[in-house]
């Protein structure tokens, strides 16, 4: 740097020599210029033209000076410059100084510092011998007393900010999830349950049950033979009652019955007779509910065998709700829910109608009624998607797709809203009974309360046995024990509390 500076300086002393050196050169020129003019006028004329020699004495000598003090003012310009280079170039000596004794300093303070290290070793060593002849242990053994202290902090640390995670996420979900099925619930009305599962046929009188029976029950026997329906008559004045698993028969039973008495004539080839038109007419029934069903839910172009089997859950029901209106209801739920998500809303509204149509096959098929939902599905409908809810619904296969979990939820809201299914008293006390016994199995639980009908479960711990962290594993596994154990409509909240109590006697 130092080089690059004395180069610079050189250049810029030769610049200034080398212009003046011009300008003098210049001024001698015009000086010559000067004189041969006035030879020359003088040898014209030699008296005339005196007095402009004279002048051009003149302009020579003001040239000369003007060259002179231009001269020198570049000659105290290029002093200046020179001063100050000099004292830059003493400035930089005076920092080359500096950093040198620095450098000197700091490998001074180096040796220094590896001293003191090394004597902070010799100290270190000696302390630790000292706290193992103390402690009775090596420094390996104290190390892993001192991690196995330091990772039970640190889980303790790690299981809060789960907790705390899990909390905030939990509140977050479910305030979205309330606002999207509150949003779907808002807009779509159903009725309550009131379906029961026999057909009871009225009489126009008690005479008509003698004539149903026939001379030595022919006719009933007819009758039971060609609906595979079993016809109860008892002491209930002017009614009748079928009972039947299947209610497809149940129904043709009751329109056959139904006939016959308007009819009057009642005999086993009448009976064979009205019950072929019985079936034909359920038949008819059945394509047109399943196709009012789709057409109502805005579904369209279902395959014809898909419309049957649509049809025929109009005649079945599920814990006293029809499974038709129940499958209904899901679609138009399934297609809110799909609106408010921003996905596809005819995949959801597709799955949600077929999403229960293996209830529709009877028992000689055997599996989940979602799997075998989803293998007709399959088979007659080539949406994508729609299958693959269909048997993640329930759970019998994992739910992965969004059209899978809006399924999902919708059934569970149609399922669970309040007189959406009847239950028998016996059947919901033991429900419950289950469900208390069920919690109070666990260790450390001191009284458990089923409420709201069953479905939430509030669980008192003993404070002294179950903590913080042991009330959030309790819960955890109570309910995946309820999931595997229990057979319950909706879903159930499991609610653990965990609470310690102070109490003195002022006297």
Request: one cysteine or more; glycine letters at 8%; a negative charge.
């Amino acid at each position: 740097m130092l080089v690059s500076l004395l180069v610079g300086i050189g250049s810029l002393v030769l610049g200034g020599a080398a212009a003046f050196f011009l300008r003098q050169v210049i001024a001698s020129g015009k000086l010559r210029t000067a004189e041969r003019g006035a030879e020359k006028l003088l040898t014209e004329a030699t008296t005339k033209h005196k007095e402009m020699l004279l002048e051009a004495k003149e302009e020579a000598i003001r040239v000369r000076a003007a060259a002179e003090g231009e001269y020198r003012e570049r000659r105290s310009e290029l002093q200046r410059q020179e001063r100050r280079i000099s004292q830059k170039e003493e400035n930089l000596e005076r920092k080359l100084e500096s950093v040198d004794r620095r450098e000197q300093g700091l490998v001074a303070r180096e040796r220094e510092a590896d001293a003191l290290r090394d004597q902070l070793q010799e100290i270190k060593g000696k302390q630790v011998q000292q706290l193992e002849l103390i402690s009775g242990m090596s420094s390996a053994e104290a190390k892993q007393v001192l991690l196995q202290a330091v990772e039970g902090e640190v889980r303790e640390e790690a299981s809060r900010y789960v907790r705390e995670w899990e909390a905030r996420v939990k509140e977050e979900a479910g305030e979205r999830a309330r606002e999207v099925v509150a949003q779907a619930i808002q807009r779509c009305a159903a009725e309550v349950s009131s379906e029961t599962t026999v057909s009871v046929v009225p009489l126009p009188s008690d005479e008509m049950k003698g004539r149903l029976i026939g001379r030595e029950g022919r006719n009933i026997r007819a009758l039971e033979h060609a609906t595979g329906v079993d016809l109860i008559i008892d002491d209930t004045p002017q009614a009748v009652t079928l009972s039947s698993f299947d209610p497809v028969r149940r129904e043709v039973a009751r329109i056959a019955l139904n006939k016959l008495i308007l009819d009057g004539r009642i005999h086993p080839a009448r009976i064979e007779e009205v019950v072929e038109k019985s079936k034909a007419e359920v038949e008819t029934t059945i394509r047109s509910e399943g196709e009012q069903a789709a057409y109502e839910v805005g579904v369209h172009g279902l395959h014809l065998e898909l419309i049957k089997l649509l049809g025929r859950l109009k005649f079945r029901l599920s814990y006293g709700q029809n499974v038709l209106a129940h499958s209904i209801e899901v679609s138009l739920l399934a297609g809110m829910i799909a609106i408010e998500l921003g996905t596809n809303v005819v995949v959801a509204k597709k799955a949600g109608l077929l999403h229960d149509i293996g209830k529709a096959v009877g028992h000689e098929v055997e599996g989940p009624h979602a799997r075998i939902g989803a293998d007709i599905v399959e088979q007659w409908e080539k949406t994508p998607g729609v299958a693959r809810a269909v048997s993640e619904h329930h759970g019998e296969a994992d739910t992965t797709s969004v059209v899978g979990f809006i399924i999902s939820a919708a059934d569970a809201i149609s399922g669970g809203r309040p007189g959406a299914r009847g239950e028998s008293l016996e059947h919901y006390l033991k429900r419950l009974e289950d469900l208390e016994s069920l919690a109070n199995s666990f260790a450390g639980v001191d009284k458990s309360f089923a409420i709201q009908a069953g479905r939430e479960i509030r669980i008192m711990v003993k404070p002294e046995e179950i903590d913080d962290l042991g009330a959030m594993r309790l819960v955890r596994d109570i309910t995946r024990k309820i999931e595997d154990t229990l057979a319950y409509p909706g879903q159930i909240r499991v609610t653990v509390i965990r609470e310690t109590r102070a109490v003195d006697y002022a006297k």
